[in-house]
């Protein structure tokens, strides 16, 4: 009784909420939650499910912050339509013969408080990223980039001074890379290659991102208010070198970890942009502003190293084929989720021949189904001398997650006999953390790609990177990802070495255990138009959107 009483007010304090943002005024037909911001014509209001972790680029590694950041700050490189890399603070790009040195010209372009846009900007970002004091989760996408000294400095061999990337002058930028990178200007259009004003982030110290007023913003936007947990918004950025070309003038971020809440703050008018869980597909089916797309992120099972049991073949291949992920994907998701069978997720990346690595890489693991599981399971308990087994999974505190938990939790027990799985649920940040101190059995864990190309998921697990929570340590799939990166194999030798570490990775269930690469259903006002949407880096890019009158 008590907690049907407590959601009743929840729904209700929601809709005195979107209410009170409507103020009884703003266009009919859904446009209700544009705002007039400061510069005339009209905002948007986007409904987020996750809140924003952090607005420092070296230090971001979720898909809401990058989302913010493309928002508000520019780099050498953007995504724009397919993935492919357009420039943005770049006039001109250079390359040498042997393809190890890149030499770019910056645009004349100006911070939000007036300071120009120096090649030094580049190199205080980028040295802090891979400077150990920093501890960025992200580090490690410098080596990916192949710039020269970027590993060693990570590991404390060399100093930050050492990394390949020099500012020739205020406007020129030099970056050596030790190897040839097929995908290297796609990856500098990552949130985590983003200029930081040097001078200003001094002065601002360990301030400096952490609200809007300590940063100061190179990209179409300007944040100008962040409520943790609530909301955070941007306005147009009048310094932005192409500001002519933006149309918004504001873009507010709500929170709404629930999906009802969602729907209704656009039912009502509140908002533009949400994303809702399949439960709610019918209620608006043949709505044209309803729209279901594949996403790029994969949601997996990683394991913690402090249960030795997990170390067994047998019951990680137990627990990987005892999971029913297309009734998952079509039944209890029903948002456009695919199964997953393999690590690498469909739609990333083209093969030299033009073909998708999840259809070009055929195989698929986990497919033996229930019967196998059994046979697995019980093998396991056999090896291990136990006859039960309690393992704890964790997740985070989305509706999704919940619901995707719950589901695995009674899955998993149908098929092993014996093993009792216990939930726990974490809000994301508290998640990660448990993550990276290997506190933690079993989790639900997602990763979302940072560029277009396989290696974004398979160097997860060499042994030295930071999203390596299942703590794989295989010295034959560390050769295997060594050789594909070294950018000594022609693109098609590349692609093959690629597809022979993802089957050595998934073949004896000691990596991780993909589940369902996420769906996106959501809700768009249609008189929104030319956003960006992309799998890749940053997923909405707002910069050429505008409401249409």
């Known amino acids: ?71 508000v700050q520019e780099g050498l490189y953007v995504l724009g339509e397919g993935g492919n890399e357009k420039e943005g603070l770049v006039e001109k790009a250079e390359v040498s013969e042997d393809g190890l040195v890149h030499t770019f010209t910056l645009k004349d372009a100006k911070w939000s408080n007036g300071d120009p846009i120096v090649a030094g900007d580049f190199v205080y970002a980028w040295r802090k990223l891979v400077d150990p004091a920093t501890a960025s989760d992200y580090a490690y996408i410098a080596d990916t980039a192949g710039i020269v000294n970027a590993a060693d400095i990570m590991t404390g061999a060399k100093a930050p001074e050492e990394l390949g990337v020099k500012a020739v002058d205020e406007k020129t930028l030099e970056v050596t890379l030790y190897k040839v990178v097929p995908f290297f200007k ?39 208010e962040w409520v943790a947990g609530n909301s955070f ?15 918004l003038p504001s873009i507010t971020w709500k929170v709404a970890k629930d999906y009802q809440t969602a729907a209704l703050e656009f039912d009502t008018g509140a908002a533009d942009f949400v994303q809702i869980s399949g439960e709610l597909v019918d209620k608006y089916k043949g709505d044209e502003r309803l729209t279901q797309a594949l996403g790029g992120y994969l949601w997996y099972l990683v394991s913690g190293k402090n249960v030795a049991e997990l170390d067994n073949t047998n019951l990680k291949k137990a627990i990987a084929n005892a999971i029913d992920r297309e009734k998952l994907a079509d039944e209890v998701l029903k948002d456009g989720a695919k199964a997953a069978y393999g690590f690498v997720p469909t739609g990333l990346a083209p093969s030299p021949s033009g073909v998708d690595y999840r259809e070009d890489a055929g195989e698929d693991f986990f497919k ?26 964790l997740f985070e505190d989305s509706e999704e997650s919940k619901k995707v938990a719950e589901y695995l939790q009674t899955d998993i027990q149908e ?37 277009p190309d396989p290696m974004t998921y398979l ?8 999203g390596n929570y299942d703590r794989y340590d295989d010295p034959e799939y560390q050769k295997m990802i060594n050789l594909a990166a070294g950018g000594t194999q022609t693109p098609e030798d590349r692609w093959n070495t690629m597809k022979e570490a993802e089957q050595y990775l998934l073949k004896d269930g000691l990596g991780p ?15 929104v138009k030319g956003w960006v949407y992309n799998l890749t880096g940053v997923s909405y890019y707002y910069k050429n959107a505008y409401v249409e009158e």
């Open 1 to 71: 009784m008590k907690k049907r009483t407590a959601k009743l007010m929840s729904l209700l304090l929601a809709l005195i909420l979107v209410l009170a943002a409507c103020g009884g005024g703003g266009d009919q037909g859904g446009t209700q939650g544009t705002d007039k911001g400061t510069t005339g014509g009209k905002g948007i209001t986007v409904v987020k499910n996750t809140d924003l972790l952090s607005m420092d680029s070296a230090k971001a590694t979720d898909g809401t912050s990058f989302e913010v950041l493309g928002a």
């Open 186 to 224: 796609k990856v500098l259009a990552f949130g985590s290659f983003l200029p930081q004003n040097e001078k200003f982030a001094k002065e601002q110290g360990d301030q400096y991102a952490q609200k809007p007023e300590t940063m100061v913003y190179s990209g179409p936007f300007k944040m100008t």
């Open 233 to 247: 918004k941007a306005e147009k950025n009048e310094n932005y070198h192409d500001a002519q070309s933006v149309k």
């Open 368 to 393: 033996e189904g229930p019967e196998k599981a059994k046979e697995y399971g019980k093998k396991a308990f056999e090896e291990l001398g136990i006859t039960s087994l309690n393992l704890e999974l």
């Open 415 to 451: 098929d092993i006999e014996g093993l009792t799985i216990t939930l726990k649920s974490q809000p994301k940040k508290a998640r990660l953390q448990l993550q990276q101190d290997d506190e933690f059995q079993l989790s639900l864990h997602r990763w979302g790609p940072d560029y």
């Open 459 to 466: 160097d997860l697990y060499l042994a030295a990177a930071s």
């Open 513 to 527: 255990i993909p589940v369902y690469q996420v769906g996106s259903t959501t809700l768009w006002n249609n008189k």
